[in-house]
């Protein structure tokens, strides 16, 4: 595995911060590793052009690759 030398901060609710951790810990993985994981497996899906499916969610249409905002436009 490659040296890792750069970090990334992002942003969260504490709720969903405190689900992740859980979530790890029920698994016995550190967070750090699961979330590289995702991230390895996102990229590559994105070079192999299927990253629209990773958050299209079940019964709702996507455009473009990209959820639909489900915003209805009148005519």
């Given at each position: 595995?490659?040296?890792k030398?750069?970090?990334?901060r992002?942003?969260v609710?504490?709720?969903?911060?405190?689900a992740?951790?859980s979530?790890?810990a029920?698994?016995?993985r550190?967070a750090s590793?699961?979330?590289?994981?995702?991230?390895?497996?996102?990229?590559e899906?994105?070079?192999?052009?299927k990253?629209?499916?990773?958050?299209?969610?079940?019964?709702?249409?996507?455009?473009?690759?990209?959820?639909s905002?489900?915003a209805?436009k009148?005519?």
């Amino acid at each position: 595995m490659a040296m890792k030398d750069v970090g990334l901060r992002i942003r969260v609710e504490r709720e969903l911060r405190d689900a992740f951790r859980s979530a790890c810990a029920a698994e016995n993985r550190d967070a750090s590793e699961v979330l590289r994981e995702f991230m390895r497996s996102f990229a590559e899906q994105r070079h192999a052009g299927k990253q629209a499916s990773l958050f299209a969610l079940p019964g709702r249409e996507t455009t473009r690759g990209r959820p639909s905002s489900g915003a209805v436009k009148s005519k």
